[in-house]
């Protein structure tokens, strides 16, 4: 062992003479580099590509059905039959709604745990335990609060008389997708609260001192010192946080399936339908081509926003 | 800041503290009950009779403990996979700067926000090409290279502050480069590698997409995956039943998080908060 492990040190220095040492570097630097590259550009960057590709051909997953170029038949239907839109708006109302309310609810309960609480320690990480309940659990977990005749939601809300009848929140054409934002909400308030709270530690303490000095509230300082502090944060956190609920798939999946009569159904979930339920590959694939345009347009946009506010 | 808070303050965290927690109790809580006990009205806030027939039950279904030993195989390997390649790709991107690095490091991080569910219809019809369809591999595969550009981002920013200095010392010393990474600079960022490795991990546990399409046998299905085909009835589900599952599939993340806390937490704001 020893001597084999002598025999290798030897052999570096020898190795680097011979071929110079920034060239020996720079093949080491690509190695290194190198299960990386492979590994996502089999399982990303191809596909992705593929997946563009696959759009404009006939591809079914069916027996006898052939691989062809079909003139843009995959978008055409999609845009005729109409459903692409209502897809694209209920993703959008959605990643909305679930956004805001994180970051509302996120502010409140970091700015909450950064003061002096009591049991602040213990408070701090209990606050985090959905970060942690995976994502189908997280659905289930809410559906049993959401049923109809049993669920504790329903009992509560007639008990305090604000119902009078118990709803279906899951499959009522009003709630359903309130119900999967509650789920989502939930599971990402910790993520949000762990980013915010670590952003204000970071705020020196000085500057809420001089604050308070010059006459300013608690109402003040958090508009004028924490929010402000915190741009950087809160810059990182939101696009990360839209993109994840722009992409959400297993709660809607479990939870509603799309319905009631598609009042859910997710540019996510319609992807997946197309594809792997009527066994349309190409118009799924198209699907994702939409969606990977409008993720595209987006970023552009967000980073050009940031980027003259910050000027 | 620290002031003391109003009451408003208390009273604003208990509700939010209900909402968050209230629910996880409720699902510890409906798994010790019985079936009569359940389905009453009004709910028992408590169980009156607590019963493990429940946990006995999915003890005793071996579907279901295959699917559970599965997510520990598909996680434990993936999280493997993905602290070594982030590792060299890692230290890669910090000590080499070559030209076109920022591009290439740009474009893994570009790529690894797009939804999987976008590419899931090409991937499929990918692995089923190359005869991968139906493998644990496919899932490993997948999962590793969603988690690797994150990670090895991470892993750049340690390496980050680790000093040139050690390198050049180690290389005067006779150390080659391979050696140097393994014996000099691993040891220093520990906590980073335990932090993407917790990070990984519960993404990996947490897959129900690929699984959901790339797998069909039930030999090596996962979890979440397993209690949806399992438990979920068309019409009507055993709540307690389904209950218990989702205790067990939160339990072992419950256990990291009371252990690794600080890991997990250190990960997670590692790179937002400083990037």
């Not at chain 1, 559906?143 to 939601?153: A, D, K």
């Not at chain 1, 604000?162 to 509650?182: C, E, G, H, Q, R």
């Not at chain 2, 109790?25 to 359940?38: C, G, H, P, Q, R």
């Amino acid at each position: 062992m020893k001597e084999a492990s002598i025999a290798k040190h030897k052999y570096a220095p020898k190795l680097y003479k011979k071929m110079g040492r920034e060239k020996h570097d720079r093949i080491f630097a690509v190695l290194l580099l190198l299960p990386a590259l492979i590994i996502v550009g089999f399982t990303t960057f191809f596909p992705i590509a593929k997946s563009v590709i696959m759009s404009f051909f006939n591809y079914k997953l069916k027996a006898n059905a052939d691989y062809y170029w079909n003139d843009f038949l995959n978008y055409k239907e999609l845009f005729q039959e109409g459903e692409i839109f209502s897809a694209i708006g209920t993703t959008f109302k959605f990643m909305t709604v679930t956004v805001i309310l994180i970051f509302i609810i996120g502010l409140i309960l970091s700015n909450i745990l950064n003061k002096d609480v009591k049991g602040r320690a213990v408070l701090r990480s209990v606050v985090l335990l959905p970060w942690i309940i995976p994502t189908i659990v997280t659905g289930l977990l809410w559906m049993w609060i959401f049923q109809p005749q049993y669920g504790v939601l329903n009992y509560i809300l007639m008990k305090l008389n604000i119902i009078a009848d118990p709803i279906n929140w899951v499959a009522s054409m009003k709630f359903a997708l309130y119900s999967v934002v509650t789920a989502s909400v939930w599971r990402q308030i910790p993520f949000i609260t762990i980013m915010l709270l670590a952003g204000m530690q970071g705020i020196p303490n000085d500057l809420y001192e001089a604050a308070t000095i010059d006459g300013a509230n608690s109402r003040q300082c958090f508009f004028k010192v924490t929010l402000p502090m915190l741009s950087n944060v809160i810059k990182s956190t939101l696009l990360i946080s839209i993109i994840t609920n722009f992409k959400q798939f297993p709660l809607f999946w479990i939870m509603t399936g799309g319905g009631p009569v598609n009042k859910t159904t997710t540019l996510a979930i319609m992807t997946y339908k197309n594809s792997f339920v009527n066994l349309n590959f190409g118009k799924g694939a198209a699907v994702s081509t939409i969606w990977l345009v409008i993720l595209i347009v987006f970023s552009i946009v967000y980073n050009k926003v940031f980027k003259t506010a910050r000027d | 800041m620290n002031s003391k808070p109003k009451k408003r303050s208390y009273i604003i965290l208990i509700i939010l503290l209900v909402f968050l927690v209230g629910p996880i109790l409720w699902m510890f809580v409906t798994s010790f009950k019985d079936n009569i006990a359940i389905y009453k009205i009004p709910p028992e806030w408590l169980p009156h009779k607590p019963t493990l027939s429940n946990y006995i039950n999915i003890f005793k279904d071996k579907l279901f403990m295959t699917y559970y030993m599965n997510n520990f195989i598909t996680a434990f390997l993936t999280t493997f996979l993905t602290i070594i390649i982030s590792i060299l790709a890692g230290y890669s991107f910090s000590r080499f700067k070559f030209r076109g690095s920022q591009i290439l490091l740009m474009a893994f991080l570009s790529v690894s926000i797009f939804p999987v569910v976008g590419i899931i219809t090409a991937l499929y019809s990918t692995f089923k090409n190359v005869g991968l369809l139906n493998t644990r591999a496919a899932v490993i595969l997948t999962l590793t290279a969603a988690n690797v550009p994150f990670c090895m981002w991470l892993m750049k920013g340690f390496f980050d502050d680790i000093p040139r200095a050690l390198e050049e010392a180690a290389y005067i010393d006779g150390c080659g480069r391979l050696s140097t990474l393994i014996k000099v600079i691993l040891p220093l960022c520990s906590p980073g590698i335990l932090a993407i490795g917790l990070y990984t991990f519960l993404i990996a546990w947490d897959d129900y997409l690929y699984c959901l399409t790339l797998i069909t046998d039930d030999k090596i299905r996962t979890l979440s995956n397993g209690i949806s085909m399992r438990y979920l009835g068309e019409l009507s589900y055993d709540w307690g039943n389904v209950m218990t599952v989702s205790v067990m599939a939160s339990i072992p993340l419950l256990i990291l998080f009371i252990f690794l806390q600080k890991y997990m937490i250190q990960g997670l704001t590692a790179g937002s908060v400083k990037g």
